[in-house]
């Protein structure tokens, strides 16, 4: 059972447009909801994170939305530059137990191109 | 500061043999997850270590075990390999086990073949 999905699984954008890439959840417990951009040959690194107390979190050019009644959430890339091409996974945990556990979704290979 | 340090970086096995994985975490980081990625999908959790302990498995058959030692870097063992288990195997090291607040840093990864 596949608990975190994510769509497109690949996207293609010029540079300078605005990449958008969707999650959806079954678990309600999840509570916290972090990006992860990946390089080939490295792991993943976070990007940025949400917790369900907000809808929108900015951090730069990156912007998480999220919608708790629609256990949806999503990253949107505003001025996407070549330097963004990657794979970007969405994740969802809950946070506070014994263990920190993530449960990513399948990724979205992201191209920008120049 | 050196980040989370995995070895071997690749590594190429037969059907039937053993591996053996290693993970240094972050200086003063007390915890190690890993993780599972095939190629083309997701990571999946295989494990949890805090402090030596177990705190987490993920849905693994018993071939996989893990252990972590006192100066907290750790082993992921896999017997019996599978030409199912070629992946990329990722280490995650954090302070502490539970809280996301905490910092949670992976590694480049080992990249496992099987043949």
């Known amino acids: 059972q596949q608990q975190v999905k994510q769509s497109p699984q690949s996207l293609i954008v010029q540079k300078g447009g605005i990449s958008i890439i969707n999650c959806a959840y079954e678990?309600?417990?999840?509570?916290?909801f972090p990006w992860y951009q990946q390089f080939p040959g490295k792991g993943p690194a976070l990007l940025i994170a949400i917790r369900p107390d907000v809808s929108e979190k900015k951090e730069g050019r990156f912007t998480i939305s999220f919608n708790k009644s629609a256990k949806q959430f999503s990253l949107h890339i505003m001025d996407s530059q070549p330097g963004d091409s990657a794979t970007y996974f969405c994740?969802?945990?809950?946070?506070?137990?014994?263990?920190?556990?993530?449960?990513f979704g399948k990724g979205t290979l992201l191209t920008v191109n120049p | 500061d050196a980040g989370v340090t995995q070895s071997p970086t690749h590594l190429i096995k037969t059907r039937g043999q053993h591996v053996t994985l290693r993970c240094s975490p972050i200086?003063?980081?007390?915890?190690v997850s890993w993780y599972q990625q095939v190629l083309g999908q997701g990571p999946q959790f295989i494990f949890q270590y805090y402090e030596k302990e177990e705190r987490g498995r993920g849905n693994f058959p018993d071939r996989f075990s893990a252990r972590q030692f006192p100066n907290y870097s750790s082993e992921l063992n896999v017997n019996a390999l599978l030409l199912g288990d070629s992946a990329l195997y990722l280490c995650a090291s954090s302070l502490v086990a539970g809280r996301t607040n905490y910092g949670y840093t992976f590694g480049s990864g080992t990249r496992l073949t099987v043949v």
């Open positions: 678990n309600t417990a999840f509570d916290y």
């Open positions: 200086s003063g980081h007390k915890s």
């Open positions: 994740a969802a945990t809950h946070s506070g137990g014994s263990n920190y556990k993530l449960t």
